[in-house]
């Protein structure tokens, strides 16, 4: 499961959900219920509300893909990317619903001060935003409030199981080199209607003689990436560490034989030919990436070793057929102006904030 920043969220709303649009014609029913967890019913307005959120923070895709993006299979997984958000969303509703139910058992809960900084968020929100982009969002105190409520519960909860975490990393877990390399592919080239067609053996004899030639150069300047650059060619860097890296296995054991800045023979793998040069035996950046990365894991592994056998325990049922009534006919977007941060900057050093005005346009 994915940390959800909560506090940046009931902050962001209020800068974030300002939106303009064109509506459909039928409007569902927004107080049935959408989904039942544990008991619990959610009503669809949640359901909507939180969709709608989301789709006004991937607006951006609207640039490349054009402002009917929703309705496009962008993933070529012949789905509408609106319906893998939208799915995306109830999980995750199920989620928050799972959490608010046993949040007690780690003696997580929502302090009044959250609670009246949620209440304010909520109603800064209802103002900031005219009453069409409200109904077209099914945002009400009640509904804003509560979705609010329910990320910052779970973010507690997550922070809850990641203060629990071993902090200690093996420090040969983490190491990170840094290679620079040269790549020259073997394969084939694929027509329009995919069709492959293999290099011949003269093709491939160039290509050798090509990357000859660069090594040459390379092992008498001491440069593969002036060699590589002189040739017209591609250099390229990456790091890796114990835990693997996107190397061919024959590239990473020539790299790790190497001493700092010295540059390996031409390796010849399955389908490419490669030079590599061990820029760093050891990256401090990278090295502590790794590391930063390695905590985050475990931080997810003590969350969802929590989170999970709770979610299997619970009896969930979806109404599938309110669910797809939420579709994707109006174009959500967010103002560009933006209010000094300053606005509302109290809860912590993380939270994002301003406010704006929007509206949704029929």
Request: with cysteine; proline share 2%.
């Amino acid at each position: 499961m994915k940390k959800n920043k909560a506090g940046r969220f009931a902050f962001l709303l209020v800068t974030a959900m300002a939106l303009t649009g064109c509506s459909g014609k039928n409007r569902p029913d927004y107080t049935a219920e959408a989904m039942n967890v544990g008991g619990v019913s959610v009503p669809l307005g949640e359901v909507n509300f939180y969709l709608r959120y989301q789709q006004i923070q991937m607006q951006g895709f609207s640039a490349y893909f054009g402002e009917d993006f929703m309705n496009q299979d962008l993933m070529g997984m012949g789905t509408p990317y609106g319906e893998t958000i939208r799915d995306t969303a109830v999980e995750t509703l199920k989620e928050y619903y799972v959490v608010e139910a046993h949040a007690k058992e780690l003696g997580v809960t929502l302090s009044e001060e959250e609670k009246g900084r949620i209440q304010e968020a909520a109603k800064a929100f209802l103002e900031a935003n005219d009453s069409k982009a409200l109904k077209a969002m099914s945002a009400d105190e009640t509904t804003v409030s509560h979705v609010l409520s329910l990320m910052t519960l779970q973010n507690k909860v997550y922070d809850d199981r990641a203060a629990t975490i071993d902090t200690e990393v093996d420090p040969d877990l983490v190491a990170q080199k840094r290679v620079g390399y040269v790549m020259s592919s073997l394969a084939g080239t694929t027509d329009e209607e995919g069709n492959v067609t293999e290099l011949t053996e003269e093709e491939r004899g160039e290509k050798k003689t090509q990357m000859e030639a660069l090594l040459a150069a390379a092992k008498e300047s001491g440069d593969l990436s002036g060699a590589a650059d002189a040739q017209g060619m591609n250099y390229s860097t990456l790091t890796y560490g114990q835990e693997g890296s996107t190397l061919d296995e024959a590239v990473e054991s020539a790299a790790d034989a190497l001493a700092e800045g010295e540059i390996s023979d031409l390796i010849e793998a399955e389908e490419s030919y490669y030079i590599v040069c061990l820029e760093s035996a050891f990256d401090e950046e990278a090295t502590e990436s790794a590391r930063q990365n390695e905590l985050s894991q475990r931080e997810r592994d003590a969350y969802d070793n929590w989170y999970t056998p709770l979610l299997e325990g619970t009896e969930i049922t979806t109404n599938d057929e309110r669910i797809q009534m939420l579709t994707f006919d109006r174009i959500f977007s967010q103002p560009m102006e933006e209010v000094p941060e300053e606005t509302v900057q109290e809860e912590s050093s993380e939270s994002e904030d301003g406010s704006e005005t929007g509206e949704e346009n029929e």
